[in-house]
């Protein structure tokens, strides 16, 4: 399992924090993107996130 936490700069100028969760496999079944409500945060969802990875699933949030 790859993960990666980053950044990117919306249109205006507000950073935009994102996890990401790739399975060493390369036989990917798709990709899961997870939006978190208004009280929680992203790595909230890591032991989601692993537990989807083994069985293949991209995660990212």
């Known amino acids: 399992m790859s993960y990666t936490k980053n950044k990117f700069e919306a249109s205006d100028g507000v950073n935009i924090v994102y996890h990401k969760w790739i399975p060493e496999s390369e036989d990917i079944k798709a990709v899961l993107v997870i939006a978190h409500g208004m009280a929680e945060h992203a ?12 069985n293949n699933f991209a995660v990212y949030a």
Do not use: C, G, I, S
């Open 43 to 54: 790595y909230r969802y890591d032991d989601f996130a692993k537990f989807l990875n083994v």
